[in-house]
């Protein structure tokens, strides 16, 4: 079955920094990728996906790139903000019509 | 509103105690699963749905049953719980193909003593 690695498990930047977030998977025949954003207490929720017929999409502060020949995808915050603060994970489709989740990434942006 | 719900949200329990997590959503999703959230193991999949009166077994199916009799609704029965049950769990829901968001519930905080 497919495999998902997040790296790092945390992260802290300042407020206005850049965070990258990475994940690599095993399953070539993966086609989507989302990424969800769980604050304290809630839900994840879908901030961005990306499908393999394109290498990169961006969403205001938010933008995915994906590399599907080294099977690896990466979520970047740019200008950070403290409502960034979150757990984030990556994620790949599978044959089940599931998703399968990387082990989460905890955000820490210091004001 | 669009909502996934769940109840209850926090539950202290017995070991072999029977109990079950109601999931309810109001979006005419096809596709409903449960999760299991726990530290350094990001979500893991119990169960999922597919529609009515079908329902697959996930990842880490052990000591869970589902049942989907209605399209709503989709309940999480553990018959005997045991310590290692303890988690965060979350019910999710979408319309039904790969590619579609899955809307999460606020999750239960199961503790099983």
């Known amino acids: 079955g497919e495999n998902v690695e997040q790296h790092p498990s945390t992260l802290s930047v300042q407020e206005g920094d850049s965070a990258v977030i990475k994940c690599t998977y095993s399953?070539?025949?993966?086609?989507?990728f989302p990424w969800y954003k769980q604050e304290l207490g809630k839900g994840p929720q879908l901030i961005i996906d990306?499908?393999?017929?394109?290498g990169e999409k961006k969403d205001q502060r938010i933008a995915v790139t994906l590399n599907k020949t080294a099977k690896h995808f990466s979520l970047h915050i740019t200008e950070t903000q403290p409502e960034d603060s979150a757990v984030y994970f990556c994620?790949?489709?599978?044959?089940?019509?599931?998703?399968?989740f990387g082990s989460g990434t905890r955000l820490q942006v210091q004001p | 509103e669009a909502q996934v719900t769940q109840n209850p949200r926090y539950l202290i329990t017995v070991t072999g105690k029977k109990l079950t997590v109601t999931c309810s959503q109001n979006?005419?999703?096809?596709?409903m699963s449960w999760y299991r959230q726990d530290p350094g193991l990001g979500l893991r999949q119990i169960y999922y749905?597919?529609?009515?009166?079908?329902?697959d077994k996930g990842d880490v199916p052990e000591g869970y049953k589902v049942s989907r009799k209605e399209k709503r609704n989709f309940p999480l029965i553990l018959e005997s719980p045991s310590p290692n049950q303890t988690s965060l769990y979350f019910c999710?829901?979408?319309?039904?193909?790969?590619?579609?968001?899955?809307?999460f519930g606020p999750g239960t905080r199961l503790t099983v003593l």
């Open positions: 999710a829901s979408s319309r039904g193909q790969r590619t579609d968001t899955q809307y």
């Open positions: 399953d070539s025949a993966s086609n989507y």
């Open positions: 990306i499908r393999s017929n394109v």
């Open positions: 994620a790949a489709d599978t044959g089940r019509r599931a998703l399968t």
């Open positions: 979006m005419n999703h096809e596709y």
């Open positions: 749905s597919m529609n009515v009166e079908v329902t």
